[in-house]
């Protein structure tokens, strides 16, 4: 398994469980994030921790599941670059779809020991260009 793959299988698994540890073990202390959320970006892993114990204690009772499509690794013997289609959906406590929406997702990471950590992670959604508005149905006609 890719580096890349590992990252989004735990990062799912993070999210789906709204485990802020877990979450930010994967990112390293100096990480820098261009999120396509609310600030134009975030510095360091507190900062980052600090947005994802804001974004799962606003679930409440709502899980979000995250699925990935098209991931690609370019991998070096320190250093790998990834992508991938992510698919954020939430689901209420009795598992009913409430919402869903998608977003590119560009991480590098850096070898630490025997594992890698993320060092700068980019998302992003295509802009319509006639409305300006994001585009957050994944679709390969976009």
């Known amino acids: 398994m890719t580096p890349v793959h590992q990252f989004i ?3 799912c698994a993070a999210v789906l469980a709204k485990d802020v540890q877990a979450f930010a073990s994967l990112y390293d202390d100096d990480v ?3 999120d396509m959320w609310s600030n134009w970006s975030q510095q360091g892993i507190e900062a980052w921790r600090g947005m994802a114990e804001q974004w799962f204690s ?3 009772d709502e899980t979000v599941v995250v699925t990935a499509n098209e991931i690609s690794c370019t991998e070096g013997a320190d250093l790998c670059i ?3 289609i992510l698919t954020y959906t939430a689901r209420s ?3 009913e779809t409430l919402r869903s929406l998608s977003n590119r ?3 590098a990471m850096r070898r630490h020991g025997d594992g890698w950590q993320v ?3 980019h998302t992003s959604a295509p ?3 006639q409305t300006t508005k994001a585009i957050l149905r994944y679709s390969r006609e976009v």
């Open 32 to 34: 820098e994030v261009f």
């Open 9 to 11: 299988e735990s990062y």
């Open 119 to 121: 060092i700068h992670e």
């Open 127 to 129: 802009i319509h260009h």
């Open 93 to 95: 406590a009795s598992g």
């Open 82 to 84: 990834g992508t991938a």
């Open 105 to 107: 997702l560009t991480v």
């Open 58 to 60: 606003s679930l409440e």
